[in-house]
């Protein structure tokens, strides 16, 4: 199983990127792909969560508003459009997949880096 996140940078406060995650050798039958963040001596964190077969979505508060987790079912690839961003949100961001009935997330990708500056 392997998980490859991309789409990170450097932006301003106030700008936006997408992260993207692309999928493969993931056997669970129905699984979630979440996105997580872990910023410089704290804690990692979940951001966004989505149901791969239903769309389902989840979100911490901190993002609701400004955050959209989407996937794309042909190309295994789940993407996480961040809009006005923030400095806080400053952090390396992972995706994760885990079996749907399961809370543990199984396995991780490489994150990257989002770097917002004031």
């Known amino acids: 199983v392997q998980l490859q996140a991309s789409g990170g940078g450097l932006v301003q406060a106030g700008d936006s990127l997408r992260l993207s995650c692309t999928a493969s050798?993931?056997?669970?039958?129905?699984?979630?792909m979440g996105w997580f963040r872990q910023a410089p001596g704290k804690e990692r964190e979940f951001v966004a969560a989505?149901?791969?077969?239903?769309?389902?979505?989840y979100y911490a508060d901190s993002v609701k508003a400004r955050f959209a987790i989407s996937r794309d079912k042909a190309k295994n690839t789940a993407y996480l459009q961040m809009n006005s961003l923030k400095p806080e949100d400053t952090a390396v961001y992972y995706c994760?997949?885990?079996?749907?009935?399961?809370?543990?997330?199984?396995?991780w990708g490489q994150g990257t880096q989002v770097t917002v500056s004031s």
């Open positions: 994760a997949a885990r079996p749907i009935r399961e809370y543990e997330y199984r396995h």
């Open positions: 989505i149901g791969w077969s239903s769309g389902t979505t």
């Open positions: 050798g993931l056997t669970f039958s129905s699984f979630v």
